[in-house]
């Protein structure tokens, strides 16, 4: 298979292990996410295909070459791989066009030359080929280590938080720019970010990584976000409304609603998360009654923080957090009742004493998507 392929990884530092039998496979034209929080291993596996780390367990191959295991350690610099950091780490004191073909030394001036002109106009920085790295912008930075990067024509690209040092709005713009170059190379490609806005912008797979240093699940975008396995995965996506029931005769019953649970055992105490899209909010229709208290504007979406007031409800009253079009915006103590659309819906088991125990399932009992 042409592209990465990862085989079992596990690694230390000290007695703290940050990566438990990893595995993946990442096929050349495919950009896989390695996402997850700060300590969960994701810089680490990706410097250890880099090789810019030792192996101690597990296999790793570019282009189905062994490139890495126990006994083998193949250099940085003979992995055909190219590499993109946060920092971008251009040479200030070379041109654009030689920082771009610094890579190109083993062929022909002319040659280099040329190469890197092709990249530059991949990128639209043909006319900053003779500026110094200091005279452009964070954005045209990132666009130079990109073409620097693909210019050898790697066998993998390797992405550590590429956009964290640009701002809100250039970021989507470099993040399409970068997209469609990568997708012209055809070139193999890992990313390691820890936001999930970004992952399912990028990404054609993503991998979440827990704070065990395992992986907790795999999947497209798509699949990741609407049928997470793990409560951990479900949270990683933003703010969640929680709550606590037990599985009776298929189901569950949370103030907002009756949400299928056929795949849980009759009686199991279950968690059962509900994205604030899921939360439908009517005027004067059957449901839970739900009391305004603030609303807060986030660009396109409104999120409206209510307060929950039901028989069903333990303690009398509870925050629930509803997402809306910004075209609607509720007044404070406005009266709503309250449904649940079970597609944002995620049941988890609970054991004996309340702790989660891990696997969970949507509220549809949907398959897992295959990788």
Known sequence: MKGLHVIGVSHTFGDNKVLDNVSLMNPAGELVCLLGPSGSGKTTLLRLAAGLERL???????????????????PPEHRGIGLMFQEYALFPHLSIIENVSFGLDGQPKNKARRRALEMLDQVGMVPYAENHPHMLS??????????RALAPEP??????????GLDTNLRGQ?????????KASGVATVMVTHDPEEAMFMADRI?????????????????????????FVAKLFGLMNRFESVVKDGHVEIPLGRIHAESHDEGRKVEVLVRPEGVLLEIGGEGAP???????LLGHDNIVRVVLTADNVATGERDVYVRIHHTFEPELSQRFTGNIDPEYAFIFPMGEAGELTGNGTVSASQPEAAE
């Open 207 to 231: 991998k979440i990584l827990g704070d065990n240093g395992r992986i907790l699940q795999s999947g497209r975008p798509h699949d990741i976000y609407y049928h997470p396995r793990h409560e």
């Open 56 to 74: 101690q367990e597990g296999e790793i191959l570019i282009n189905d070459e062994v490139v890495a295991d126990p006994k083998l350690h193949v």
């Open 138 to 147: 964070g954005g045209q930075q990132q666009r130079i280590a990109l073409a």
């Open 174 to 182: 470099i993040r399409e720019e970068t997209l469609n170059v990568l």
């Open 290 to 296: 739900l009391d305004v208290m603030s609303t807060h």
């Open 155 to 164: 066998k993998l690209l390797l992405l550590d938080e590429p956009y964290s």
